[in-house]
């Protein structure tokens, strides 16, 4: 496959359809402008800051852009809060979707055909396999991305971080944290 | 179209590998991949795109890596859309005295573009047919061009939880007809609706479905 890449590549830079120097920006933005600090931060935001946290519930895209996240994959977001009552698990059954702007790219778990096709008729399963017990009284609601419409979970807070600061809080949440395989 | 893409539902596709530490991209070709089909000319439509996906082969399907069914999806595209030849492809260079294109990003554009908000909703002159809270049957439909009505809800009972506004529609838009937006709803179907009596009963699924997919109960 590399040997294929390459030559597309420079099949298509001859013909002037892409620039390579752009192609450089592009890999370097998803390996270090976005990823799961991004959406960290929208979390710990929203644990701290209970008026962020009712415009995120309103109109995620907004709130989420306060904090300078924004961009394809992620034109129309919304969050959905875990709660004692109800956990949120996050997939895309017909490909693979996923919230760019505050995630980055999805684990090749997510995209791949297991967790595509089990997540929507086992998910308690699939959580178990990612070591997550639910309490026995919280129902699963899994959200299939058919749409153009990126879920992003609103983990619970963690009992016992009164006390830490919003930067903290951020170093506390995870990827899968906010797709929903695990509790924090 | 019922290929396995709409894998929803499905046994025996194996177990969930996740993997410690994981890198962003797993070969350096990845990167180039994506970044490709980022800057590519026939990026604009998204739903054509996952339409190419989706027409490879179902036995390939399930054996390639998410990048290698990018590969496959660009070079269809740029096939189709006549920006390579199938004999450039082969050779790796371009033909004598092909026109030479301007690259539609630049390095200098790729972060505006990156983070531009784009939007997929649009104004209709219809109203809503339905309502938060309304008891809806997703249509039994298997078209054979592209759809984002998995057929694991096809036929099933659900209830309307949130309006999204009226949206783009796939079925439409992938095959160059249009636009044609029309009014998406998040609809929650209960787990055992879905799965049968043996589900666990306080699970549910929720889709975002457009009006074409969905009839009153």
């Known amino acids: 496959m590399a040997l294929r890449v390459k030559a597309l590549e420079s099949l298509l830079v001859e013909k002037g359809l892409v620039d390579p120097a752009a ?34 519930m309103e109109d995620a895209t907004s709130a989420i852009a306060e904090l300078g996240y924004a961009g394809g994959q992620g034109d129309h977001m919304v969050v959905v809060e875990n709660t004692p009552k109800v956990h949120n698990l996050v997939v895309c059954t017909l490909c693979s979707c996923y919230p760019w702007p505050v995630l980055g790219l999805p ?35 899994v959200w299939d991305s058919t749409a153009e419409i990126r879920y992003l979970v609103l983990p619970e807070r963690p009992a016992g971080t009164e006390g830490l600061d919003e930067a903290a809080l951020a170093g506390m949440v995870t990827r899968n944290g906010m797709i929903g395989t695990a509790r924090l | 179209m019922n290929s396995v893409h709409d894998m929803g539902g499905m046994h025996g596709l194996g177990p969930v ?11 350096a070709w990845e990167g180039r991949m994506h970044a490709i089909n980022i800057a590519s000319p026939t990026r604009s439509n998204i739903d054509a795109g996952r339409h190419r996906r989706e027409r490879i082969p179902g036995p390939d399907y399930l054996r390639m890596t998410y990048y290698e069914k990018w590969y496959a999806g660009a070079v269809e595209g740029l096939l189709t859309h006549g920006l390579v030849t199938p004999d450039e492809l ?15 990003l630049s390095a200098d554009m790729v972060e505006g573009a990156l983070g531009a908000r784009g939007s997929y ?8 047919m339905f ?6 049957r997703a249509r039994n439909l298997n078209p054979l ?7 694991y809800v096809r036929g099933r009972l659900g209830v309307i939880e949130a309006a999204r506004g009226a949206h783009v529609f796939p079925d439409s838009n992938a095959h160059g ?30 889709l975002d479905l457009w009006e074409p997919y969905l009839e009153r109960a």
């Open chain 1, 23 to 56: 192609l450089d920006a592009i890999v370097d933005h998803f390996e270090h402008k976005v990823g799961p600090r991004n959406g960290a931060r929208v979390v710990a935001r929203a644990w701290t800051d209970p008026a962020y946290k009712a415009r995120l």
């Open chain 1, 107 to 141: 684990p090749v778990w997510y995209k791949s055909s297991p967790y595509r096709s089990r997540a929507v008729i086992d998910p308690r399963g699939v959580l178990q396999e990612f070591g997550t017990e639910l309490p026995p009284e919280t129902e699963v609601m």
């Open chain 2, 17 to 27: 590998a996740p993997e410690a530490d994981e890198s962003v991209f797993h070969h």
């Open chain 2, 90 to 104: 082969a050779s790796g260079k371009a033909a004598p005295g092909a026109p030479k294109a301007t690259p539609r």
């Open chain 2, 121 to 128: 909703l649009r104004e209709v002159a219809s109203k809503p």
């Open chain 2, 131 to 136: 309502l938060v809270g309304d008891a809806v």
């Open chain 2, 145 to 151: 061009g592209h759809t984002r009505l998995p057929r």
């Open chain 2, 177 to 206: 007809l249009g636009e044609d937006p029309h009014h998406l709803y998040a609809v929650r179907f209960t787990a055992r609706e879905l799965w049968g009596e043996a589900a666990d009963p306080r699970d549910s699924v929720c």
